[in-house]
């Protein structure tokens, strides 16, 4: 096994607010969120939920994010860990990779090597394996063959390279050995999608005589591999299974070497091989990325809409362009990303279509793309005649995808286009859609969560209580304008809070006080409980223009109201008393029992 250095498992609070001075919040998101400046912050759409209007707000004077959508928010450690799926530790690592802030490492001892996440351990795994392709393609006399085959396809070696192509030699247990030599235990190989257990005893290769193409992540980790075969052999692609690191639903080949021109060009190809990618990059055209032979996703979107504003989805024939607008209309709208269907010559994809015909042709056909409902009834009209019969396949044909579209007007201009393009009355169209529309709706919804809940861990909505309006406005002022905490310590004002969550975290202020309240972010990485991350950046995010005299009103007319409603309870077990009803003197004395038990 490489020589792999971790980290201590305990990073010092120096290590972390160094990492956190050297990375930008700002830096970090938007190399994965489309941001736009916003007065002192950034916003962009939510990589975490569904939305149209951007409410994912990144704030670089505090170092924190927070949307106003779902209510995700926190720092740039919760940030990864949340996107990229990683551990607290990964988090920490990956940053300080990024930023160069070394961290405490050395050889690790058997015990460490035992306690290193299964992550790191499957991602080391991998580089392992793709040296051992890439040897075999460049080096062995196995690879004869494959080395041939890369040449007839006219593939630059550059390009190979930056890929990390390889070889997957034909035997059964070539790479099982290498990994057993290099004391890997077969059960991780296993667990990496690398080998796969025997019937009786021993593993064997899972590629086999195929060019191998490793899948790395947006950290340029190798995640997983994808197999081509070089004849016509079955499956023609074959890809890692799903593991511990490789998630194929949010996962596009090439989106790591695709993203800085996917930004530049502000839109990204979508094709379907891995040949067709390189060629792409071949032809100049980086913006690109590959579906690895499953179908977009709306993790797929998500992550693309983070890098560009237009998809551009290329197929090689009608029947695949209209099967993919079908399903992923929907999405495309919901997350608010512009999307359109490229469609190649028959018998071409865009591989053979640039090497025979360059890419400024490939540019006039892109200039030709319809919109994805354009593309639909197009189609559908190209494919049915205008006879009464045709007319309703064609209406048939397009009312899923019509009752996908979940803004009402946009709804209404399509109905109303395809009414006119085939001559048929509105209200008939109009009808075969709500049909539609109702069958959606007796479906179990999707997979976003709404607005004022949240999902956890196990998938699972939860509703997050809004928190007391007045007590969050006090514990936002602590935070916004610490020369009043003082003040707050004197007067006891925590004391009348009565939501425990807003109590725990004006406690935590006053008890850290002085020494980081001019670093929200900081603050925020220290409470390790989710939904008060949550609650804390939501607070933080939104600044009002606070002054010494606006906060003492505040806090003046806040203790009135509390003292007031405290008042009143004492009034009225003072009454019930004098009229001799204990039943109702004692249910009043257990309230304010609770009331107690709450401030402390
Ligand atoms: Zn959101």
Redo the contacts with the bound molecule.
Sequence with gaps: MPEVCWLSLNVSEDKLAEIRNAADIVDVISSRVLLKKAGKDYTGL?P??S?KTP??TVSPTKQIFH?F??G?GGTIFNFLMLYENMTFLEAVETLSRQYGVALPSRKMTDREKKQMSEREQLLAINRKAMEFYKEKLFKSPEGENARRYIKQRKTQRELIDTFGLGFAPDGWDGLAKFLTRSKIPMAMAEKAGLVVPRKSNGYYDRFRNRIIFPISDTTDQVIGFGGRVMDNAKPKYLNSPETPVYNKSRTLYGLHAAREKCRREESVFVVEGYFDLLSMHQFGIGNSVATLGTSLTREHIRRLKGYAKKAFLVFDSDEAGVKAAHRTTGTFMDEGMEAAVVLLPAGHDPDSFLFEHGADRFFEVVERALGLIDFQIKSAIDRNSLSLEGKVRIISEMAPSFSQVTDSSARSIFIQYLAEKIGVDETTILEKVSQERQAIKNKPSGSSAPAGTRKTADGRLQKTAAPDRFEARVIAMMFQYPDILDVIKQQGVLEHFEDPRLKKVGETILGVYPHIVDSVSEFISRLEDESQRDLVASLCIDESEWEEKSCKMLLSQFLKTRGRRNNDLLDRIRAAEKCGDQALVIKLLIEKQNQMANRQ
């Design positions: 939510c975490f939920h939305e409410s994912f949307c959508g779902c995700t």
